[in-house]
């Protein structure tokens, strides 16, 4: 919300917060025998809070909203951690932690009166310009923009895996965060693990998903396994921290409102579900929010849905559930901080037939009965106006990302919008394509079994069915050099042999793209190669030449979307 309104950050903590509060019973302790008097032991009534008594924290929170409250503050009903103050055009948020304070304000005389009432309570410490809190770092870009990482955090998480003595050179960088062939049953092939080891780093790594939800749907498998962990499952949580530590600059943008409109404060959300993926039968839910649809996620969820589901749509019903229990709470926070949603909220999903039973009667079916609470739910939110399902196919739903590991090109196509884009992440996409050797290398080949419908490699003649396709990838290849270059084998039909990448290279002369991929089988390159096919299917085919930096060089004369 700082980001979005341009608002400056001060933080502030209170010294010994919780002895300020007043004891509403009385309270006697027993002194330790060094302090016995004549063998007597000693026995003293408590003025005041202290630490260690469990009505501790309850009665410093009680102290510090009566303090606020009579500087003029309002407290939220829906997060009473969050107060507000306004006095006419200038305003001022509030957030408490514990006996941390974070408040973000339009006026920097707001906030001096803040530092000025709270130190006639408490013994504070300042921080005029909030650069850390809450052991998150927080960097204040040029252009208003705010990128929250912890890189102390993963740090720790390295020298917790790898040792303080372990230099970079002897701790390999993994590209994605789980291998995309991860099954719960080979893990409880191997032997047991140390379960208080074990539990130590998936502690903190389910603290690092605050700021990096693209390590989410890794950290929650793995932390299910933590009753059972095995030698495969360290391996596979080290396998998260060598990530971290290739990407260890990454954290979520939060872009500045635009002038022109106030896209940035219009909550949007994604929801999204992979059916029956483990091995009880479960389906996996993947939901977030962002305040425009450009911006970082600031909210993301991977979690085990609780019950078996019988279908992709109901799975997929489940996912948009819980995320519009979240919605209605988010636009009740929005209305408090004076940002009210006029428009029903956009929730992303890439499953007609869910958005279809979802938002219309005529839409049930007797095959979803037992769903029926869940769909009236729905029916009801969308009556309301206060949830728009949209469409939004698969190869561009970021909560994709939440709910499966992917291979390597389609992670990192998600990255990008779950994090919000930065510089960050254009020079972590540039090192993963060119990839020093890893899993993919610079003209190499290598294998990608993926769904064709779910690809970002979508290729003409697959009709949905598993693929395996051979890519031979350069970074700085071309769309149409780089679709030149793949070789689809259908399982199916037997092998389909496309075009090699000598058809694209081999000096063709004609007047216009379009012409040298003709649909005539007798047009020929002068290098005597024939050109290839443009298929009918490749209607619609996206152009991925978002791979190379300097973008697409054909513009308008592209035969391929750059939507």
């Known amino acids: 919300m700082a980001a979005a309104l341009g608002l400056s950050l001060r933080g502030f903590d209170v010294t010994a917060a919780f002895t300020y509060a007043n004891l509403d019973d009385p309270v006697y302790v027993r002194l330790p025998k060094q302090f ?14 202290l630490y260690g008594l469990r009505r501790a924290p309850l009665l410093w929170f009680e102290k510090f909203t009566t303090c606020l409250k009579s500087e003029g503050y309002t407290q939220s009903p829906y997060d009473p951690c969050v107060f507000k103050k306004r006095e006419g055009a200038n305003f001022i948020f509030l957030a408490l932690h514990v006996d941390d304070i974070i408040s973000a304000s339009n006026s920097d005389e707001m906030q001096h009166a803040l530092a000025e009432s709270l130190k006639q309570h408490f013994k504070i410490t300042e921080s005029e310009s909030l650069e850390n809190a809450l052991g998150f770092h927080i960097d204040h870009n040029a252009d208003g923009s705010m990128l929250l990482s912890q890189p102390l955090a993963i740090q720790r998480a390295i020298d917790t895996m790898f040792g ?33 080891k074990y539990l130590s780093i998936i502690g903190q790594l389910i603290w690092l998903c605050r700021t990096r939800p693209d390590i989410a749907y890794a950290v929650n498998r793995l932390s299910t396994r933590s009753s059972k962990c095995t030698d495969k499952d360290y391996s596979a949580s080290k396998r998260v921290v060598r990530y971290l530590k290739f990407t260890r600059d990454l954290g979520i943008t939060f872009k500045p409102a635009s002038a022109e409109s106030d896209e940035a404060v219009r909550l949007v959300a994604w929801a999204d579900a992979a059916y029956c993926v483990h091995t009880d039968s479960k389906s996996h839910s993947g939901i977030c929010f962002a305040l425009g649809e450009d911006n970082g996620k600031f909210m993301s969820t991977s979690k085990k849905q609780s019950t078996v589901t019988m279908s992709s749509c109901e799975s997929e019903l489940g996912g948009a559930v819980e995320a519009t229990k979240s919605i209605i709470w ?23 037939s869910m958005i279809t039973l979802a938002s219309n ?23 309301n106006s206060l949830v728009r399902l949209a469409y939004l196919r698969t190869t561009d739903h970021t909560a994709d990302i939440l709910t499966k590991p992917l291979p390597p090109l389609i992670h990192w196509h998600h990255v990008g919008p779950l994090l919000g884009e930065s510089p960050a992440i254009a020079r972590a996409k540039e090192e993963v394509f060119r990839l020093k050797g890893r899993a993919i290398c610079m003209r190499a080949d290598i294998v990608i079994p993926v769904r064709a419908e779910a690809s970002i490699l979508k290729m003409p003649g697959s009709s949905g ?13 071309t769309q149409h050099e780089y679709n030149a270059e793949i070789s689809a084998i259908d399982e199916d039909e037997g092998k389909r042999k496309r ?30 190669e024939k050109a290839p096919k443009r298929n009918k299917n490749n209607k619609g085919m996206r152009c991925f030449d978002f791979i190379n930096p300097g973008g697409c060089a054909r513009g308008a004369n592209c035969l391929f979307a750059h939507s």
């Open 465 to 477: 069915r598993r693929t395996t396709r051979r890519v031979c990838f350069n970074p700085v290849t």
């Open 36 to 49: 016995n008097e004549n063998g007597k032991s000693v026995i003293w009534r408590l003025n005041k809070s």
């Open 361 to 383: 009667h005529s839409g049930q079916s007797k095959r979803m009965k037992h769903s029926m609470q869940k769909i009236h739910f729905m029916l009801e939110q969308v009556h």
């Open 330 to 352: 988010l636009r009740d926070m929005l209305e408090f901080f004076d940002q009210p949603q006029r428009e029903p909220t956009t929730l992303f999903a890439d499953n007609t």
């Open 499 to 528: 075009p090699t990448s000598s058809s694209a290279t081999t000096g063709c002369t004609s007047s216009s793209p379009s012409s040298a991929f003709s649909s005539s089988s007798k047009r020929k390159c002068e290098g005597g």
């Open 164 to 196: 303080e003595e372990a230099t970079d050179d002897e701790v390999n960088e993994a590209i994605t965060p789980m291998s995309a062939t991860f099954n719960d049953d080979e893990q409880d092939a191997s032997s047991p693990f140390d379960k208080t």
